[in-house]
């Protein structure tokens, strides 16, 4: 499975972007998806996780609330709609594919390569 994420950018505090994540090369709807990012300086962490219906999702305490994730088999796109935006959300992001919804790395078989996010003050 190739996984490509798009619709990073810079963003003032406050603001909002939309993340896509396109795959392609295997069965799309038989994959939990998940987010990550990686800050500088900083591990890679969990942000969000949609199982293979879109009908159970996952969120780090540090964007519930703020981050939707969603996804549209039909098109084999999972999104990462991100409100209230805030300098700390700055990371590269990136999507992965599981077998299983969960939070940890190493469930994760494939990794995109990353869309950065840049939140201003």
């Known amino acids: 499975v190739q996984l490509m994420e798009s619709g990073g950018g810079l963003v003032q505090a406050g603001g909002s972007l939309r993340l896509s994540c396109a795959a392609s090369g295997g069965t799309f709807s038989s994959y939990v998806m998940g987010w990550f990012r990686q800050a500088p300086g900083k591990e890679r962490e969990f942000v969000a996780a949609?199982?293979?219906?879109?009908?159970?999702?996952d969120y780090a305490d540090s964007v519930k609330g703020r981050f939707t994730i969603s996804r549209d088999n039909a098109k084999n796109t999972v999104y990462l709609q991100m409100f209230f935006l805030k300098p700390e959300d700055t990371a590269v992001y990136y999507c992965?594919?599981?077998?299983?919804?969960?939070?940890?790395?190493?469930?994760?078989?494939?990794w995109g390569q990353g869309t950065q996010v840049t939140v201003s003050s």
């Open positions: 949609v199982n293979w219906r879109g009908r159970s999702t």
């Open positions: 992965a594919a599981a077998q299983e919804l969960g939070r940890v790395e190493i469930m994760y078989d494939y």
